[in-house]
């Protein structure tokens, strides 16, 4: 074992296992990204509305989400939350892949609590003076929100989101604690197999880092193509 | 010193001392002439460059001897610190477990340690790890010896050495009776549960090669998943499992174990490879533990009539270290 | 509840004095730990960021950015596999994550001390340069001490993170919160939603009251 040897973990079954455990992690992403972004830009209208109820709502739902850690998160939803369930939705969801279900489930929510914050100050960063002279022409808030605020919002929010998105791509890696097979648990799977774990980790850390650039490229691009504006 | 020995000595000595110098010269220089060279150099240096020659051979006699010195090294180490760095599951009852009401590891496993840290002279210390990471902590060397459910497989020769074996057991796989599975075929395309970085994974996929497998990272979070139906099986060592299901209590009518097993496990206690010394250490305290009933009689105090395995018999002595493919 | 009376002491120091220290006060001496150990790394790391030597600047650029790609618990893993063969010594589970946390925590930090340093007046390098300090010395005596107070609700959060990172020990078999709730609840099997939710509680309690300080502390910073 004094020779690293990459081949044995780059061929057969074991690249197969992890090219699989990437897909997944992949796959975790991206449907994480799409529900948590609508999620999180619901909450924070929540907590930027006027009505009391929806903003305690709102502030509770970030705070708590944001003061637990992700690992609790998902042992609690793949563990404690299904045990609540009638047996029948409690059966399909263990035969319809529970652990990558529940992953989704903990991910989406952390993940919305901490872009809902972003969008919350991405809205809040659009002088009031637009708000109020779209009211004055006479749309309603939701309307004077998505006409008028948020696509302004969204090029001073689009840098922090992306931040998530690179938050949310690391975390995935913390779903092997409920089972869920993406990259990290196929990487321990590879390295019990074959007791070599230099090679095991260098390639599942170039896997992690190969896309973790590419966002943080996106970032920097984004900010070259679309920088904020002085109002 | 050269004048005080005796002839024939004298001739070895001179015959390695002039093949000593030979290399020292081909490495580093000729030191006789530095020496003569030097101011600073002590007279005796300069009167008997001999001296120097002895000193080479001396040095190399010792560097011979240094290997000798790593082998006996562990058994000096831990006597030096005084104990016996233990590697146990503590998740695995009765092996190891922790005692709710003490809150200390306890188990045949570590019974086994504390016997080998007497003979050694030292303090048992127990070090809870997981079972992925058994052998990495025996090779990085935080563990001195690993009594950790640990099976003696041919793969593994490769990278660690076995004790005796401790311990001979299968794997079985513990189903839910409302599944209706009653034989192994029967799980092809199913789920099973089980725990990381053990050989029940690779077992159970030989045995069943269209099964689907999850694992955790300790067996009774696996077991846990059984019970909320995350899964129809729990696949684990047979002792373990038996636990489980002793357990249960009242709801063991609705588990089974299944009666075919997927393996068989022979459990060894765990060391590094190139420490022959500890390693013979080891078998000879097992080997005294099994000539004066000890052994057996720690079978029975965690595996025998009065547990919740209630095992009536044993079916194996500590007496081999050979494992059948 | 018969629960609580039961695992109480477990919970909260884990097997000592009969084992090593776990549980709550676990968690919090490793986060707290590692958040200090890793401010002098951050400190170091981010003066090399805005240092004016591009040797210094684009290699230490590099790491961070690495580390930062990196999860956490691939770093963890690192530690846990190879930081014995690099020190030549044994680590356990809580070095480590100790290990682990202060390498990250010390890459997150550049950036922050990084923000904190820009973030002081340019006026206050120029009268510093003209009262005829050298760089060191206007680091060391001027500009440091303002960035890390504006910092410091930055460094409240930071601490806030790492104590919840501190719950990936959980993998590598640590006896911290999490590890402890899970070995409960495998015992008692019939109240998972009581016990993760007396864990997530704690966890709550403790980052949520820590967080409100950080506010404060900026809202008074700010005043």
Redo the contacts between chains.
């Keep these: 074992m004094s020779q690293f040897d990459f081949s044995v973990v780059l061929t057969g079954e074991f690249r197969h296992w992890l090219v699989s455990g990437f897909l997944l992690s992949l796959k975790l992403t991206g449907i994480t990204w799409l529900l948590a972004l609508p999620l999180g830009s619901g909450i924070a209208l929540c907590r930027l509305s006027s009505v009391t109820a929806l903003r305690w709502f709102g502030a509770t739902f970030v705070e708590v989400i944001r003061n637990i850690p992700l690992l609790m998160h998902l042992l609690f939803w793949y563990f404690a939350v299904p045990e609540l369930l009638p047996w029948p939705a409690r059966d399909w969801l263990n035969t319809h892949g529970a652990e990558s279900i529940c992953a989704v489930i903990a991910l989406t929510l952390y993940t919305a609590a901490y872009m809902a914050e972003d969008v919350r100050s991405g809205i809040r960063a659009v002088p009031a003076t637009q708000l109020e002279a779209a009211r004055a022409l006479g749309f309603g808030f939701l309307a004077s929100m998505r006409r008028i605020v948020l696509p302004q919002a969204i090029r001073i929010t689009v840098p922090p989101l992306i931040s998530q998105t690179l938050s949310l791509w690391k975390n995935t890696s913390i779903a092997t604690v409920i089972g869920t097979a993406e990259l990290m648990y196929q990487a321990q799977r590879v390295e019990t197999a074959t007791f070599r774990g230099v090679e095991t980790f260098v390639v599942t850390t170039v896997a992690y880092l190969s896309v973790s650039l590419l966002i943080t490229a996106g970032a920097v691009w984004y900010q070259r193509r679309f920088p904020v504006r002085a109002s | 010193m050269v004048q005080a020995t005796s002839a024939s000595v004298r001739k070895k000595f001179f015959i390695r001392v002039q093949r000593a110098f030979m290399v020292r010269r081909l490495c580093a220089g000729n030191i006789v002439r530095k020496a003569e060279a030097s101011v600073d150099t002590p007279a005796f240096v300069i009167q008997f460059p001999a001296m120097i020659r002895i000193t080479a051979l001396v040095s190399l006699f010792t560097l011979s001897l240094a290997p000798a010195a790593a082998q006996a090294d562990q058994i000096a180490d831990i006597r030096k610190n005084g104990e016996l ?1 233990c590697g146990v599951l503590g ?1 695995d009852e009765p092996e190891s477990f ?1 005692d ?1 009401k ?4 306890i188990g045949y496993d570590v019974d086994l340690c504390e016997a080998i840290a007497r003979k050694l002279g030292v303090k048992p210390q ?5 079972v ?2 058994r ?2 902590e025996l090779l ?3 563990v001195d010896i690993l009594a950790a459910s640990l099976t003696h497989t041919k793969e593994r020769e ?2 660690i050495a076995f004790s005796l074996t401790t311990f001979v057991t299968g794997q079985r796989v513990m189903v839910r009776r409302d599944s209706g599975i009653q034989s192994l075929a029967q799980l092809a395309g199913k ?1 099973v ?1 089980t725990v ?3 050989t029940q ?2 077992n159970v996929r030989k045995a069943v090669p269209r099964v689907e497998v ?5 067996a ?2 696996a ?3 059984l ?5 129809v099986g729990f696949v684990n060592d047979e002792v373990s499992l038996l636990d489980a299901y002793a357990k249960l209590g009242a709801a063991q009518k609705d588990y089974a174990v299944l009666p075919d097993s997927i393996s068989t496990e022979a459990l060894a206690l765990g060391l590094r490879k190139n420490e022959p010394a500890l390693k013979s250490l080891v078998d000879e305290t097992l080997r005294e533990l099994e000539k004066s009933g000890a052994a057996e009689k720690l079978f029975f105090k965690w595996f025998g009539p009065g547990t919740r395995l209630n095992f009536q018999k044993r079916n194996f002595k500590l007496e081999t270290d050979r494992i059948t493919e | 509840m018969e629960l609580l009376e039961n695992y109480w002491l477990y919970f909260l120091v884990g097997q000592f004095p009969n084992g090593p220290l776990g549980g709550l006060a676990l968690t919090i001496l490793l986060g707290a730990g590692a958040l200090l150990l890793a401010m002098p790394l951050g400190v170091l790391l981010g003066l090399a960021r805005v240092s004016h030597s591009r040797w210094l600047r684009w290699p230490v650029t590099a790491l961070v950015y690495v580390v930062r790609g990196t999860p956490l618990l691939m770093v963890v893993f690192w530690a846990y596999f190879f930081l014995p063969s690099l020190t030549g010594q044994k680590t356990g589970q809580f070095a480590t994550m100790l290990a682990a946390l202060v390498i990250f925590n010390g890459a997150y930090l550049a950036e922050i001390v990084r923000a904190g340093i820009q973030g002081v007046p340019r006026g206050q390098w120029e009268s510093a340069q003209s009262l005829g300090l050298r760089y060191v010395s206007t680091m060391r005596r001027v500009i440091l001490p303002q960035a890390l107070r504006n910092m410091l609700p930055s460094l409240v959060n930071q601490f806030v993170t790492t104590l919840k990172e501190t719950s990936l020990g959980y993998i590598i078999g640590l006896s911290e919160v999490s590890f402890i709730a899970s070995q409960i609840n495998n015992q008692v099997l019939t109240q998972p939603l009581a016990i993760y939710g007396i864990a997530a509680l704690t966890y709550f309690l403790i980052c949520f009251g820590l967080s409100r300080l950080s506010y404060s502390l900026e809202a008074r910073l700010n005043a």
């Design positions: 760095v998740t922790v709710p003490t809150r200390k590891i127990i070090k809870q790890l997981s992925a990471a052998i990495p990085q060397g935080r490769a990278v789920k549960v990381k970085g053990g994974e690779p999850v694992t955790f990272e300790t009774p979070q077991f846990v998943a019970q909320q139906r995350k899964a």
